[in-house]
Structure formats: structure tokens, C-alpha cells
């Protein structure tokens, strides 16, 4: 089988998607109808196995697209991400029945899944508990995250059994008999992508729908490997912020923003390119440096978000200005898939002196 081209998926993004990113920032039934638009191109399950469909994208592509993505709708991007982490997690389940049920549908939209297992991160009383009984578990609890209601008809939930082990099982994203499910949030960024709360009470889950479970502490392990992976997002948001300043540049012919333009842009490719490297060295002693990168990235991406905004003057502050847009995206991608070491690193690159 030939390899995959990434380029059409691109393209897509630049002239489908970025024209209508003010609209699907504020609009969900846009937001729903590229999602729609997406979908119909086999796209929404990049990383998923040839055996079940493919394309099985290579890393470096992958992160290609996420870069891209995020660069012309952080609020598509942030929709997208949740269904792409579900087929990637899916992928790795030893439920053949499942996998089969599933994966082979997830490309094109048959298949919808988002993701609510955040809480697992959480020190204390575990928020949602998963207790074994005949053919299947019950889970009890609070889901704080979860996006992509009227998007998404399931989601990968998040639990904790008994022993302390996490499961990992599929479930409606609808109220209905042991699941209560909020009105969307009202928040400062991607509101459009309606993410909500969900309330378990004695809900059964199947066995059938268990996708693995995972060793007591393995959120924590697992976001030691990815401490840079979410890096790619605030990438792609640097760059839709170094494109405002770039055009705001040549509108108002004034060379200070081209001189900025010039510096921010040469500093992000020295750290995208110390990014990628970071991907391959998931090893204990690389934390450090992947920490260093992840604290670098969210912080030059605020300060190009920034400059975007003084570039774009008092009309970054009208709500449908793609300054305020981007400026409210890096808020998200700031914190997204945070942990306690991300938390420090980022503050305390943002303290240091210069």
C-alpha cells in the first residue's frame, strides 16, 4: 500500500476550514458541518491501524497536521483531537470485538466517539469509580470534561477500580437511565465545541465496551510520554498568530511588524524542529528537556498571541477579530492536558528573568 498524503488533508484545512474559523469559533451547527465535511473524506482517524482502514499516518505527519490545525481553527482542532485520541487509544485494546465493531467506522463518521477521562489525573478520591459485577462494571461519579455533545454519541470514559487500575471503557454522551449529561459550559474559548459535565450512577458497562484497563498509575507514566505531544497545537496557534502579524504587516506597511514577524517566526522553527527531535526520546532522563520545551512553546506562543493582538490595535478587541480569536485559543492551549510538572515549568519560564 502506498503511504499516505497528507497534503490533500492540508490543503482542506487551508481553504475549507481557515475562511470559516471566525464563524465555527461561535457557531456550533458550522462547526458541525465541517466536522461533516471532514469526516466524509476518511480523515477523522488518522492514526488508525491499515488492518482496521488505515491510514495509519506517520508520526511526523501526524504532527504535521496537528500543527496545521490548530493553525486555522483552534476550536475545529480542539473538537477534532477528542474522536483522533479515541481511535488512537481504541487501537491499542485487546477487545477484537470492539476494535472491530468500531475502528473501521471512525473515519468517515459512522462512528463518533469523544473522551472524558481527565479526572484520572486528579490526586485524592478518585471522581469516577468503576465496580466489577457480573459480565461488566458499574461506575459511579463526576466526568468534569467532556466535549463534543450534539457531536458525539459516545465517549471514552475514564475510571477507577477498586485495586486503583484505570479503565478505559465506551459509553452514551446522552442523558438517559445512570448518565446525567450538563448543558454545554459557557466558556472564554471554543464554547462552540459544547463540552459538559456527565454524572454516572450505577451505570453498567459491559464488557463488551471495556477498551482496556490499565495499571494503577498509568495516566501519570503516560503523561510523562506525552509532556511534548500537545506541544504541536501551540505551534499551529503561534503560527495563526505570526499570519495576523504578517498580513497586518504589508496592510500597514509598517516594518517593525515584518522585523517581529522575522524574529518570532526563526525562534518557533528552532523550537518546533527541537519539538519533533523531543518525540523520539520519551526516556526518563529526556523529562527535563521535554518539560523545557512544552514551558517554551506555551510561553512563545503567548507572546506571539500577544504581539497579534498590539499589532491589530483596538480592533483585536471586537469578538469576531481573528486576533481575539487566536489570543483565546492559546488560553486553551496553554492548559490543555496539563499536569502539576507542566504547571511549574510553564511558571516558571514565565517568571524568570530576561
Same mark, same amino acid.
Request: proline letters at 4%.
Given at each position: 500500500?502506498?503511504?499516505?498524503?497528507?497534503?490533500?488533508?492540508?490543503?482542506?484545512?487551508?481553504?475549507?476550514?481557515?475562511?470559516?474559523?471566525?464563524?465555527?469559533?461561535?457557531?456550533?451547527?458550522?462547526?458541525?458541518?465541517?466536522?461533516?465535511?471532514?469526516?466524509?473524506?476518511?480523515?477523522?482517524?488518522?492514526?488508525?491501524?491499515?488492518?482496521?482502514?488505515?491510514?495509519?499516518?506517520?508520526?511526523?505527519?501526524?504532527?504535521?497536521?496537528?500543527?496545521?490545525?490548530?493553525?486555522?481553527?483552534?476550536?475545529?482542532?480542539?473538537?477534532?483531537?477528542?474522536?483522533?485520541?479515541?481511535?488512537?487509544?481504541?487501537?491499542?485494546?485487546?477487545?477484537?470485538?470492539?476494535?472491530?465493531?468500531?475502528?473501521?467506522?471512525?473515519?468517515?463518521?459512522?462512528?463518533?466517539?469523544?473522551?472524558?477521562?481527565?479526572?484520572?489525573?486528579?490526586?485524592?478520591?478518585?471522581?469516577?469509580?468503576?465496580?466489577?459485577?457480573?459480565?461488566?462494571?458499574?461506575?459511579?461519579?463526576?466526568?468534569?470534561?467532556?466535549?463534543?455533545?450534539?457531536?458525539?454519541?459516545?465517549?471514552?470514559?475514564?475510571?477507577?477500580?477498586?485495586?486503583?487500575?484505570?479503565?478505559?471503557?465506551?459509553?452514551?454522551?446522552?442523558?438517559?437511565?445512570? @448518565? $446525567?449529561?450538563?448543558?454545554?459550559?459557557?466558556? #472564554? &474559548?471554543?464554547? /462552540?465545541?459544547?463540552?459538559?459535565?456527565?454524572? %454516572? *450512577?450505577?451505570?453498567?458497562?459491559?464488557?463488551?465496551?471495556?477498551?482496556?484497563?490499565?495499571?494503577?498509575?498509568?495516566?501519570?507514566?503516560?503523561?510523562?510520554?506525552?509532556?511534548?505531544?500537545?506541544?504541536?497545537?501551540?505551534?499551529?496557534?503561534?503560527?495563526?498568530?505570526?499570519?495576523?502579524?504578517?498580513?497586518?504587516?504589508?496592510?500597514?506597511?509598517?516594518?517593525?511588524?515584518?522585523?517581529?514577524?522575522?524574529?518570532?517566526?526563526?525562534?518557533?522553527?528552532?523550537?518546533?524542529?527541537?519539538?519533533?527531535?523531543?518525540?523520539?526520546?520519551?526516556?526518563?532522563?529526556?523529562?527535563?528537556?521535554?518539560?523545557?520545551?512544552?514551558?517554551?512553546? @506555551? $510561553?512563545?506562543?503567548?507572546?506571539?498571541?500577544? #504581539? &497579534?493582538?498590539? /499589532?491589530?490595535?483596538?480592533?483585536?478587541?471586537? %469578538? *469576531?477579530?481573528?486576533?481575539?480569536?487566536?489570543?483565546?485559543?492559546?488560553?486553551?492551549?496553554?492548559?490543555?492536558?496539563?499536569?502539576?510538572?507542566?504547571?511549574?515549568?510553564?511558571?516558571?519560564?514565565?517568571?524568570?528573568?530576561?
Amino acid at each position: 500500500m502506498s503511504k499516505f498524503d497528507i497534503q490533500p488533508v492540508i490543503d482542506f484545512l487551508h481553504e475549507k476550514v481557515k475562511p470559516r474559523a471566525q464563524i465555527i469559533d461561535r457557531d456550533p451547527v458550522a462547526l458541525g458541518q465541517v466536522l461533516a465535511e471532514f469526516a466524509s473524506n476518511g480523515w477523522m482517524a488518522l492514526k488508525r491501524p491499515l488492518e482496521y482502514g488505515g491510514p495509519h499516518v506517520s508520526e511526523t505527519d501526524f504532527r504535521r497536521y496537528q500543527e496545521e490545525v490548530a493553525r486555522t481553527s483552534g476550536t475545529f482542532a480542539f473538537l477534532q483531537t477528542q474522536h483522533q485520541s479515541a481511535v488512537s487509544m481504541l487501537s491499542k485494546s485487546s477487545n477484537e470485538d470492539l476494535k472491530k465493531r468500531y475502528l473501521p467506522k471512525m473515519g468517515n463518521g459512522e462512528k463518533f466517539v469523544g473522551i472524558g477521562f481527565s479526572q484520572l489525573r486528579r490526586k485524592g478520591t478518585p471522581l469516577v469509580t468503576a465496580t466489577p459485577v457480573e459480565d461488566g462494571y458499574t461506575l459511579s461519579g463526576h466526568v468534569p470534561w467532556v466535549t463534543g455533545l450534539s457531536f458525539y454519541p459516545e465517549f471514552l470514559v475514564g475510571a477507577t477500580t477498586t485495586d486503583g487500575s484505570a479503565l478505559f471503557g465506551i459509553i452514551p454522551l446522552k442523558t438517559q437511565c445512570g @448518565i $446525567e449529561v450538563s448543558n454545554p459550559m459557557e466558556l #472564554a &474559548a471554543m464554547g /462552540a465545541a459544547q463540552t459538559v459535565t456527565v454524572e %454516572l *450512577d450505577n451505570l453498567f458497562v459491559p464488557t463488551t465496551q471495556v477498551v482496556y484497563i490499565r495499571e494503577p498509575g498509568w495516566i501519570q507514566n503516560n503523561d510523562q510520554i506525552n509532556i511534548a505531544l500537545q506541544g504541536q497545537f501551540a505551534v499551529g496557534c503561534s503560527l495563526a498568530a505570526l499570519d495576523i502579524i504578517r498580513e497586518t504587516a504589508a496592510k500597514k506597511n509598517l516594518e517593525f511588524l515584518a522585523v517581529a514577524h522575522t524574529s518570532l517566526s526563526q525562534e518557533l522553527e528552532q523550537l518546533r524542529t527541537q519539538l519533533l527531535t523531543a518525540h523520539a526520546d520519551v526516556s526518563e532522563q529526556s523529562t527535563t528537556e521535554r518539560l523545557r520545551l512544552r514551558a517554551w512553546v @506555551i $510561553e512563545l506562543m503567548g507572546r506571539c498571541a500577544h #504581539a &497579534a493582538i498590539t /499589532a491589530s490595535s483596538g480592533a483585536a478587541n471586537y %469578538l *469576531d477579530h481573528p486576533a481575539q480569536r487566536v489570543f483565546r485559543e492559546s488560553l486553551v492551549f496553554t492548559v490543555s492536558a496539563q499536569t502539576t510538572d507542566i504547571m511549574e515549568a510553564t511558571i516558571s519560564r514565565l517568571t524568570k528573568n530576561h
